[in-house]
């Protein structure tokens, strides 16, 4: 048994490092979401929409609450023809950012 006093110094010391662990996870995280983005954007470009499509869908099952992932899901998911999807996909805009008027022409377009 470790000395009075020891124990708390490990205890306080293991939860420092497990906080700066959780954040380092949570900045990858967020860098693995705008990697796929990227390349997404890029496959779209190259004019394979279905493609950009999964690489955004990735993105935003990474980071769920970005709404500029989340656009280009709807837009990628309307040029692939995937009206559903892109339904969803702005609506889901519009519960993160209710504000955003420019999406509901978009939404009316999609209906």
Do not use: C, T
């Amino acid at each position: 048994m470790p000395p009075p006093g020891r124990m708390g110094g490990g205890r306080k010391l293991l939860g420092q490092v497990l906080k700066e662990m959780r954040v380092a996870h949570e900045g990858m995280i967020q860098e693995a979401a705008r990697m796929y983005v990227r390349v997404g954007s890029l496959l779209k470009q190259q004019g394979q929409g279905k493609d950009a499509l999964a690489y955004f869908q990735r993105a935003v099952s990474l980071n769920p609450d970005d709404v500029q992932s989340w656009l280009r899901v709807a837009k990628a998911a309307d040029g692939s023809g995937n009206l559903s999807r892109a339904l969803d996909a702005y609506q889901r805009v519009l519960r993160l950012d209710a504000k955003n008027h420019s999406i509901w022409s978009q939404l009316a377009e999609v209906q």
